[in-house]
């Protein structure tokens, strides 16, 4: 059959990999097709991803079974159902399979059902819900917060509900996709600031105030980044916008529940609690569920954002289940439980990150849930990530879009039950691999990069 995957030996077969075409392309070749026919068009893609599939070397779409835990069961891309120890999921404190939770959510559903039955506009809303929306607000020390079905509504909700055509979106180059693309929506007035680059923000800022003293300005960052685990200076961010007569946005999708005092994530650590001028975040990194939040201190941006936001009046909101997943979520969170579990997140990703930098790799960014194993090449990327699965070590390998070209790597999703054994072995595995995948014969990774 034309799509059967091909049997892998990994002990001699690179060199037939690299001539069936597999490890050459990228998703930018076909991000935008062209023609008339717009049912059709997008065949050369399917074609390419179907190559990958057969050759073992499209790690997505994988099928999960059971929770997402340290050790799970994990099957696609070629491969038979094989347990192994995952980095792929995002369930940072271990909370989707606590007791706790599964009790709260078993119970929700016996009482309220499955279905919120509406958008929070139009009865949506739950017990559940409102008291999550006063915890949330608590715990980040603002006034107000505003639920979404999902943390990428949240972002591109906050932004397009904000942000009108006359003003402008200044943003840290690799924020969340969600941002960017509520930003392209929002308005024209889009510029990117360096990564982390405050001296670039302050001239970007500078010079959009030299020409519009009226315009409204959203600063856009991140409290911590996914693909590269390192965080901006928010306390002088917030003080570039304050100079300005800008507003400051900080994504803390990450970072909340998993990292910080209390679990109030970088904010918390930089001691700009209650400082941030809006704080948006996802429930699906660290609570065990999907959803999102907008958090603020002025109750006309509450409002604005229930009326304007379209991911929040115009979609079913968060179930009452979910609601009450994620409300027990944060009371362990806040709990001395959750600083133990943070403890040990927080180990798991200093042992992986010595262990790995020993078998002579480099991880960006600095210790925290996420461990991203820059390889920069896309075909050693697919190679380690396929030589790693076959291993059953699952990870998320990274290329563009979701990186950018020439910057592919590895990301490693940490958890706090990871156990000692499980990052020892993972790290011998996966120096095993990247160096395999790097150490290719250089016309083997050239023919790829240029098929």
């Not at 023609?35 to 070397?57: F, I, K, N, S, Y």
């Not at 997943?325 to 403890?343: N, Y």
């Not at 290329?399 to 706090?416: D, K």
Request: proline letters at 6%; a neutral charge; charged letters at 20%.
């Amino acid at each position: 059959m034309l799509n059967e995957p091909i049997p892998f030996d990994p002990a001699h077969d690179l060199d037939a990999l690299a001539a069936s075409g597999a490890l050459g392309g990228n998703v930018a070749l076909y991000r935008q097709p062209r023609g008339p026919d717009l049912l059709r068009r997008a065949a050369p893609l399917e074609d390419w991803c179907a190559l990958r599939m057969r050759h073992g070397v499209w790690p997505y779409a994988r099928l999960l079974s059971g929770p997402p835990g340290p050790l799970a069961t994990v099957e696609g891309d070629g491969l038979a159902a094989a347990q192994g120890i995952n980095f792929a999921s995002q369930d940072y404190l271990s909370l989707a399979a606590h007791p706790r939770v599964l009790d709260a959510a078993m119970r929700v559903l016996a009482e309220c059902g499955p279905h919120s039955a509406g958008s929070a506009i139009l009865l949506g809303n739950s017990r559940y819900s409102a008291a999550l929306e006063q915890e949330l607000a608590t715990l980040l020390r603002c006034q107000h917060a505003v639920l979404f079905p999902t943390g990428w509504g949240a972002a591109f909700g906050a932004v397009t509900s904000l942000v009108h055509s006359a003003d402008h979106v200044l943003i840290d180059t690799l924020a969340h996709a969600s941002l960017r693309q509520g930003a392209a929506a929002a308005t024209r007035n889009v510029a990117a600031f360096r990564h982390l680059d405050c001296d670039h923000l302050r001239e970007l800022l500078a010079g959009i105030r030299a020409v519009d003293a009226n315009g409204a300005i959203l600063v856009v960052t991140e409290g911590l980044f996914s693909m590269d685990s390192d965080s901006p200076d928010l306390p002088l961010i917030q003080y570039l916008c304050r100079e300005y007569g800008a507003t400051l946005l900080v994504d803390v999708a990450h970072d909340l529940g998993a990292m910080g005092p209390g679990g109030a994530g970088v904010i918390g650590a930089q001691g700009m609690l209650g400082k941030i001028d809006i704080v948006m975040g996802a429930f699906s990194k660290t609570f065990a569920s999907n959803g999102g939040f907008v958090a603020c201190n002025e109750r006309s941006v509450r409002r604005q954002l229930q009326l304007f936001a379209g991911p929040h009046m115009f979609s079913n909101a968060l179930s009452p289940v979910q609601a009450a997943t994620v409300l027990e979520c944060l009371k362990i969170v806040t709990a001395p439980e959750g600083e133990k579990l943070r403890a040990d997140l927080m180990r798991n990703a200093v042992e992986l990150r010595a262990l790995l930098q020993e078998e002579g790799l480099r991880c960006l960014g600095e210790a925290s849930p996420i461990v991203p194993l820059l390889l920069g090449s896309e075909a050693a990327t697919r190679i380690a990530g396929m030589l790693l699965a076959r291993e059953q070590v699952f990870v998320n390998p990274m290329e563009f879009p979701g990186v950018p070209l020439g910057a592919a790597r590895l990301r490693l999703q940490l958890m706090a039950r990871h156990t000692p054994a499980q990052i020892r072995r993972a790290a011998q595995l996966l120096g095993t691999a990247a160096r395999r995948a790097l150490a290719a014969p250089r016309p083997l990774l050239r023919r790829g990069a240029a098929a």
